[in-house]
Structure formats: structure tokens, C-alpha cells
């Protein structure tokens, strides 16, 4: 179909007569030209026709007694005068081609990044204050007058930086650095037991021990205090110390007897949805997972406008791939794995410390391998608490 036709729009009609010979003579005597004709039957035609053409060919056949059905309408002008009728989505539209246009020229929401002192709530109040409003121009944000503004308006920061991303403006701060001598306030802390356990090795630096070697102690007791009894007076300070303790950790794992062995794929779905926002709509039916034979893959296409702001809006591709299984049996031989992975999960849950000797045991009921185990470690016990902070006057 030409750029023409398309233009002009075509008509699919399918043409039942008595005798077909007679009416394409009949059709081409009045000048009518059909395209793409197919006879489907002796007694059946198909064929294009314009759409302008189609009015005086129907009133022709009809008086032969021949029956004519429109199958099927083709080319841009069908498109454009379906759209046509429908305002609501011309407008929708013209709304998204607008605001695409328009909003990256404008800042409607704010960030601030570089701050430890003062607080983000009050820069952008400033800011506000300073001509940072919401809906403002990206050019007249980021102006040399309005990062000014907001230096005198606030005086503890050293230095103002405004980039823009999109609809988002990020304001970076740097702040002044006050003096390091100047301290106002003095932590006092202590050292206490993080987990029950038998003191084995403890190395006091600072502060006033309250616990000896092979001496048993439980979880939150004080092992170091910050505070010294010094007879008229009370030395408080910041507690430092490192306690190594024999301490013990039991750790209890499930394992199914029976397993699923994925083999080769079995089917590939595609299934395409929208989100907006916490919600999302699926365009096709049926795309749960129903077994675990299936596996399904997500790939996810932000909707962004010019300018890098990304709308709420994400269009989803989920590809769902079903396996053929089968069912297989563990092996009690074959849990060494649970074993060297509860092992390895307890070192890492130690601040620093090793497991020096463990006793495991493994039991099946109602079908699942009960993996127990107890271990008995050397770790770090100490760990820093907060007492109070003592203000000097002056």
C-alpha cells in the first residue's frame, strides 16, 4: 500500500454474487478500480477499494443483488479519524507533550547534600527565602545572586553549590570548620560485655577495671568503668580496653530431605505491565508464578523526559521461563556444606575471635535434617557504652 492510498484509506470488502466475472466487468465499466483482488470461491471475491469509492460501488452491487461486507479498514486515515474521535486522549497528548517541554525549565523539588551541622531543613528554608521557590527557574536557581543570598543568610557555611538534575535541584554546602581545641562537652565511657561468656585476656589502656581473667560474666555487665575512685575526687574518662572471652553459640539449621533439580527449559513466556507508583497493572493474564519450575526475570524502563527527571511511571518486561524438574534425595553424607556454612556465618557474626571446638549433631523428622550444633569460641567480649557527657562551664 502506497503513501496514497494510506492517505486516502482503503476498504477490505468481500464481494458474494452469483457471477463474479460479470461484476468485475460491471465494477470496471464505472470506472472503479479494485486492488489486490482474490477470488476465495466461485461464488466469493475479495479485494481493496478506496474509501471514497466504496459508497457507489455498494449502491451498484446491491441493485445486481450482489452482497457486499467491509472485513477490514487500512491506512492513515482510518488512524487519524479514529483519533480523532477521541478528544480526551487528543488532549492527554498534547498535556505530556507539553509538560515534557516545559518542566525540565523548572525546579519543583530540592536536595541538599554536604551538611553535618546544620540541618537540611533549615538550608532549604533559607533557600527558599533566598529565591530557591518551588517552580522556579532552573537559570534564576542557579544564579550567582541567590548562592550569595544564602551565604549571608546563613553564616556557618564556607561555600554554596547549586546543580540541577532534571526537575531536582541539589544544593551542595560545605561547612565552616570550627576550631578542634574548642570542646565543650567530655564522653565518658565505659566497656561492657557484649555476650556471656568466661573472661580469658584483657588489656586495660584507660580506666578502672572492674573484672579479672577466668572471671564469669554476663551480657551487659561494666567490665571497664570510665570512672576512678581517687579518694577525695572521682576521675571520669573515656574507658579503653581489649577483653577476649571463652563464650558459646549454638546454631540450629533446617535442610529438606527432597529437592528439585531444574533440567532443561520447558516454555518462555513474556508478559508486559505498567507501574505507577506503589501500583501496578498487568497487560496480560496468567503472569504468577505457579511452581517453583518457573523462573521469572524483570527488566524495568523508566519513563524519563528531557532533561533526566524520571516520572514515577516504569514500564515492566517479565520474562517467565519454566524448567522441566525432577525430584532428588540428600544424602545425610552430603551435609558436610551445612556444617562448613554455619562455621563460616558464626566468624562472621564475631567482632574478632575463632571457634575453637565444636559438637554438631544432625536428626531427621518429619522429613527435614535438623542440623545442631553447639561452638565453643574465643572473641572480643568488650564493647563501648555511653555514660553520660559532662559539661565544663566556660
Not at 532533561?307 to 515492566?316: E, R, S, Y
Amino acid at each position: 500500500m502506497g503513501l496514497l492510498q494510506s492517505l486516502a484509506g482503503l476498504c477490505r470488502i468481500k464481494i458474494i454474487s452469483a457471477s463474479t466475472s460479470e461484476i468485475m466487468s460491471l465494477v470496471n465499466d464505472h470506472g472503479i478500480i479494485l486492488y489486490n483482488v482474490t477470488y476465495l470461491d466461485d461464488l466469493s471475491i475479495q479485494a481493496n477499494v478506496y474509501r471514497r469509492e466504496f459508497g457507489t460501488l455498494n449502491q451498484i452491487l446491491q441493485a445486481r443483488g450482489a452482497e457486499v461486507e467491509i472485513i477490514d479498514r487500512k491506512g492513515l486515515y482510518w488512524g487519524v479519524s479514529g483519533l480523532l474521535r477521541r478528544p480526551v486522549l487528543i488532549a492527554g497528548i498534547a498535556l505530556i507533550i507539553f509538560l515534557s517541554l516545559f518542566l525540565p525549565t523548572r525546579v519543583m523539588f530540592y536536595q541538599v547534600e554536604g551538611n553535618t551541622n546544620i540541618p537540611s531543613r533549615l538550608i532549604v528554608e533559607k533557600a527558599s527565602q533566598c529565591g530557591m521557590t518551588f517552580f522556579g527557574s532552573r537559570r534564576d536557581v542557579r544564579s550567582e545572586r541567590v548562592k550569595n543570598a544564602l551565604l549571608s543568610a546563613i553564616p556557618e557555611l564556607q561555600w554554596v553549590g547549586v546543580n540541577t538534575y532534571g526537575c531536582t535541584a541539589i544544593i551542595s554546602v560545605r561547612e565552616r570548620t570550627l576550631d578542634a581545641g574548642v570542646n565543650k562537652s567530655t564522653q565518658i565511657n565505659s566497656i561492657i560485655a557484649s555476650r556471656d561468656g568466661i573472661v580469658q585476656e584483657m588489656t586495660v589502656t584507660q580506666g578502672n577495671p572492674l573484672c579479672k581473667v577466668g572471671q564469669a560474666v554476663k551480657k551487659g555487665q561494666i567490665l571497664v568503668s570510665g570512672y576512678t575512685d581517687c579518694g577525695i575526687s572521682i576521675r571520669a574518662q573515656s574507658a579503653i580496653a581489649e577483653i577476649t572471652g571463652l563464650t558459646v553459640r549454638n546454631f540450629h539449621s533446617i535442610t529438606p530431605t527432597i529437592f528439585l533439580i531444574r533440567t532443561a527449559v520447558e516454555s518462555t513466556k513474556t508478559h508486559y505491565a505498567i507501574r505507577i507508583g506503589k501500583n501496578i497493572i498487568n497487560f496480560s493474564k496468567d503472569s504468577g508464578i505457579s511452581d517453583t519450575g518457573c523462573v521469572k526475570m524483570y527488566s524495568e524502563y523508566p519513563l524519563t523526559l528531557p532533561g533526566g527527571f524520571t516520572l514515577p511511571i516504569v514500564f515492566v518486561k517479565m520474562q517467565q521461563i519454566k524448567y522441566e524438574t525432577y525430584e532428588t534425595q540428600l544424602e545425610e553424607s552430603e551435609l558436610t556444606w551445612v556444617s562448613n556454612a554455619s562455621r563460616a556465618y558464626l566468624t562472621k557474626q564475631m567482632i574478632g575471635g575463632k571457634i575453637l571446638k565444636s559438637g554438631v549433631s544432625t536428626e531427621i523428622r518429619d522429613g527435614i535434617y535438623h542440623h545442631i550444633g553447639c561452638y565453643y569460641c574465643s572473641e572480643l567480649i568488650g564493647k563501648v557504652y555511653s555514660e553520660e557527657i559532662i559539661k565544663r562551664n566556660g
